[in-house]
DNA sequence: GTCTATACTCTGATAGAC
DNA sequence: GTCTATCAGAGTATAGAC
């Protein structure tokens, strides 16, 4: 990762990441090649290797920090909120993300594939521990009474397997739901609070 | 695909499939080698392009054949039973593929990130008439009161969803729920039936 | 900072002996 | 049918001019 100075080098690297995200998400880690990536940015493929050292290190880039925007959401699921109510808006920011961040999705989705192999330790820390968290708030919320009883963690699970199958699977939605490129979100964005509420009402 | 007569061809087949079905669930298309499948496999590279034409050839036999074994629990919902049950036990059968093929799931979600470039035929064809018709099935339980009014085809992705979850995001699965090595899934099926019985109620 | 040219490695596929 | 040896192409990375 380089540590740019002057708004050009800024925007350089910009340029490399956004374009490296397309590609990576698209085709994955080995599928991808620094050729395409310079095609999308629009540079030569030597000046993206003045920018980043490697293409790993612009794979590194782009996983480290995604994890933190990913987490973001359930960061913000307040334990003083209304029980039912912080769970649906927790539900609404992540399909909405999986909407405006569907090639994120889907990078965070082939590192999960393969294993994580760059970003097991971040699984094992930060992530482990938030959900450990606010699986403590959702088993307040439930032995109060406020929400129905089921497995804390697995919850959670269904939250990211929910929304994200939106944006990993975006293909095979659009496969079933028909001709038309009709946007599916708004749809699932009603089907999902309902989902919910009805899981959640005691 | 080479169409095998002797039983050593049969066998020889079989044994580089499963060794390719390691390598690309693990890998990608692009990031497995045949190296690596031949290595997995106790042959010589040159011998698997003996029983293949190509790399890809060996990915197109894997896959083909792949959707169909996935889609067998939800063709075996019956439009006879009754709606909970029958429901249940398709998530329940789900679950277990994903347990039981969590290799096959895989590669099967590493076909879709990249945009199903080798099944979006299958996907526009059978797989979307297969749901069509079973979504039809269940709009007419909810027509009848026996299930809970909601989007037939979502419903579908949620089961989808939130079995294979299980296996396309293993690690993190693993990573959350301990450093024990517990086996998550009979907590999962437990967790789902409860999950997709509140959500069917009436 | 950016480019052209190129070195070098990896990998899919083939040739040909046995 | 299976192997060793090898080719040809793709792809990452570097050298060096400008």
Known sequence: MTKPRTRIQQRNSDVILEAALEVFS?????????????????LS??????YFASKEAIHVALLSGLLDTWLDPLRAMDPEGDPVAELLAYVRRKLELSRDYSRESRLFA??????????????EGDLRDLVQQKAGVLQAWMDQGRIAHMHPVHLIFSVWALTQHY?????????VLGSDGADPYPEAAVYLETLFRRLLTP
Chains 1, 2 share one sequence.
């Not at 698209?26 to 629009?42: P, S």
């Not at 944006?167 to 659009?174: H, L, N, R, T």
Request: no cysteine; glycine share 8%.
């Open 167 to 175: 944006a990993d699977f975006e293909v095979q939605v659009q496969a």
């Open 45 to 50: 493929k030597p000046n993206l290797l003045y």
């Open 110 to 123: 082939n590192e999960m594939l393969q294993g994580a192999p760059r970003i097991r330790a971040a699984l």
């Open 26 to 42: 698209a085709h994955g880690f080995r599928g991808a090649t620094l050729d395409q990536i310079a095609a999308v940015a629009g």
